[in-house]
């Protein structure tokens, strides 16, 4: 397959466009795209890693503790996602996909089911942070280890099921496309049904952070009215700010992109755009780096 040049700048004779020939679905991304997703997925690594790394003593941790439990699944969620990364960064540079169509499906679905994990996880964790606030309780466990375990375990089995019943029978089959192409399966979401639940998903991920950012409002606004002056020398303050990073790290990742793929539903020939939206979800990997601090994570179930 032959390369052509599509600019003179130092960055397009790196990025180089391969010649797709007629009657292809899709156009190749543009160049200045695709050095904007390297750039982004780079920093992804440069976040993720360093907040996985530094958050591994949390298996040191009371594993009875929900908010730690909670932590400890995210771990393993970007544990997960992570590895795909750099498969996403050498294609964007490379313009061209040699591993074969099942990788591409894996890799591609991968950032969608960390994405779904990493939500549910912190409205999980935001929803019990913010119960413990009202009932003026200091935390919340499980009453034993075993439960702990089994709560993870249902929330894995339900998200990776269904991942992988999207990956083998539903995402990207009957689309036509270069063998050397990955990240196209735009066409698939031109069916009522799948626009429908896309619909849904989308309005699900842009009500409920709200909501929850909204409450967070609320709680700081009462902590501040209560201790008034003192109120930067709580831990109370303080604890909430953390729950505020989360509520923060919802309404920037994810919520633009499902803002726009509620527009991308009908327009699906905005792809590069969507990817760019999409790419800026996988930033939620800085979560971690929320409990990086002197002892971090000893008192993440606080």
């Known amino acids: 397959m032959n390369n052509t040049t599509v600019a003179t700048s130092t960055s397009d004779k790196l990025f180089t466009t391969p010649d797709y020939g007629k009657g292809n679905r899709t156009q190749p991304l543009d160049s200045s795209v695709r050095v904007a997703l390297v750039v982004i997925y780079a920093v992804v690594l440069m976040v993720g890693i360093p907040g996985v790394v ?17 932590v400890l699944n995210l771990i393993v969620a970007h544990l997960i996602f992570l590895p795909t990364v750099p498969f996403r960064i050498d294609y964007f540079f490379r313009n061209r996909w040699d591993l074969g169509l099942m990788m591409c499906k894996v890799v591609s679905a991968m950032i969608f089911i960390h994405m779904y ?117 709580q831990q109370e303050f303080w604890a909430q700010m953390k729950s505020l990073c989360f509520v923060v790290v919802m309404l920037v990742c994810f919520v633009p992109y499902h803002i726009f793929r509620m527009h991308y539903l009908s327009h699906s020939d905005e792809e590069e755009t969507n990817e760019l939206f999409l790419a800026i979800t996988a930033l939620s990997c800085a979560d971690l780096l929320t409990f990086v601090r002197k002892g971090a994570c000893r008192s993440c179930g606080t």
Request: glycine share 4%; with cysteine.
């Open 117 to 233: 994990l990493s939500f549910i996880i912190y409205v999980v964790l935001l929803v019990i942070r913010f119960h413990s606030f009202y009932k003026r309780t200091r935390t919340e466990d499980f009453y034993r280890r075993l439960h702990s375990v089994m709560f993870s375990a249902a929330v894995w089995a339900v998200v990776v099921l269904a991942g992988t019943l999207l990956v083998v029978f539903t995402y990207g089959n009957g689309v036509e496309r270069d063998p050397n192409t990955c990240f196209n399966f735009g066409s698939t979401i031109q069916k009522t049904w799948v626009k429908v639940i896309n619909y849904l998903i989308s309005a699900t991920f842009v009500i409920v952070p709200c909501v929850l950012g909204a409450i967070q409002a609320h709680i700081l606004l009462s902590i501040a009215q209560q201790y008034g002056a003192m109120t930067c020398s």
């Open 54 to 70: 530094l958050m591994i003593n949390v298996l040191k941790s009371n594993l009875r503790s929900v908010t730690t439990v909670a």
